[in-house]
Every structure is written in C-alpha cells, then in structure tokens.
C-alpha cells in the first residue's frame, strides 16, 4: 500500500529556531507536496516537487523552504520559527498522470513558542 | 483555477444514503474533479476522482453533471466512522505534472447513531 511517513509527529520549537520537517514516501511517485493545517480551516499548499532536485512555491510559501534531495525524501524547512507557523504540516505525494491519486501523510504537529 | 462550493456541514443517520454536492462552475476542460475526506487528527484520504459522467468504486459513487459545473459524492449506507470533512477538489494536471489539490473549506458530515 502507498506510504507516506512524517517526522516528527510532533515537535515543539523555539521563535528563532530552525526546524526541519521531513517526509519519506515509498510510492515511488515524482510528486511531493507540503501543506499546513489551521484549526478549523482547509489545507493550504506551501511548497511541491516535481522530482528530486526540484522546488516549486505553492500558495503561501513565505517563510519556508523545501528541499527534494531524492525521489523519496521531501524536507520543509523553517530557518526562522514564528508562533504563526504553528499548525499541523502534511506532506503528500501523487503521481504525474491525470486523475493520479495523492496520498497524504498523517501529519506533523509543531508548535512554536 | 476553478473554485468549488459545498454545504458546510450536512448531518446523516447511520444507514442512510449521503449526497455531498459540489459546484464548480469556472472548471477548465483540462481539470479533473477529486474527492478528498479527513477525520480528526489525520490526512486526508482519496475517496474518488472523475473527470465526466458516472464513477463508481468501493467507497463511493461521482456523479458529474453534463457541463462539468455539478458533482456529487453519494455514501451509501453511511456508518459512524463517515463522520468527516468531506472535500471536494478541481485541479488541473497540466501537462503530466500531476495535481496540484488546492483545498477548500470542505463539507463536515455528522452521522448520529
């Protein structure tokens, strides 16, 4: 079955810290995908990949940056921590042929203080 | 980049048949349709996709309007573990690249017992 695997699940951090989120996926997919979650709100797309090498901004990217290393990993990285990036970050994963399903992970809580 | 409109919330009884609706009027010809549901404290999870007319799987059934501009998810017999926040998503694949899900306040289903 398609995977998706974050970590860590939860993390907290300090204003000013450098946090990295990382994701793994074994779906051998050439997407990747990075979002946040607000309580009670719909998920917002940070960053994405095509493939390994490769970074695209989303919707609301300032503040982060992403990095594809390889087909499997997909890393968001926070250089500077602010108690507005605390939410709830999925990472994802899809395929590149229309109609191709993406699969999420189960999230990363991170909250900064 | 279409946008979609679904019912906030709707609520259900165990058993009974759910119609989730979803309006896309400003959908593009290259757009497909996803169908997205997410329970407390995980991703979200594929439900279905079409791009036209009927589809059919194991979870669910898509209805797409002859324009495009209408779909709905029907759950048949819905149980308890159908309370969610049901999604639905237009996304163009563009080229191969794959779809890019852009998320929307989404439809919160409550199944009493």
């Known amino acids: 079955e398609a995977a998706v695997t974050q970590s860590p699940r939860n993390k907290v951090a300090v204003t000013g810290g450098k946090v990295t989120l990382s994701c793994n996926q074994t779906n051998n997919h050439n997407n990747m995908y990075w979002y946040r979650q607000d309580t009670g709100h719909g998920l917002r797309l940070i960053h994405y990949s095509y493939g390994a090498g490769s970074t695209e901004k989303g919707d609301i990217p300032d503040g982060y940056k992403a990095s594809r290393p390889s087909q499997e990993n997909f890393s968001l990285i926070l250089e500077l921590a602010t108690p507005s990036q605390t939410s709830v970050y999925f990472c994802?994963?899809?395929?590149?042929?229309?109609?191709?399903?993406?699969?999420f992970g189960k999230g990363t809580r991170l909250t900064v203080v | 980049l279409a946008k979609t409109t679904q019912p906030p919330s709707m609520e259900a009884y165990e058993g009974q048949e759910v119609n989730v609706s979803c309006s896309h009027t400003?959908?593009?010809?290259?757009?497909?349709i996803y169908w997205y549901r997410q329970v407390p404290h995980q991703g979200p999870q594929f439900i279905i996709q079409?791009?036209?007319d009927y589809v059919v799987n194991e979870v669910a059934s898509l209805f797409i309007s002859a324009d495009r501009k209408l779909s709905t998810l029907s759950l048949p017999w819905v149980s308890l573990r159908d309370a969610a926040v049901y999604y639905c998503i237009v996304t163009d694949i563009g080229n191969n690249a794959g779809a890019k899900l852009t998320f929307g306040g989404g439809t919160r289903l409550t199944v009493r017992p």
């Open positions: 079409g791009y036209k």
């Open positions: 994802a994963s899809g395929g590149t042929t229309g109609g191709t399903e993406v699969f």
């Open positions: 400003n959908i593009a010809t290259s757009e497909y």
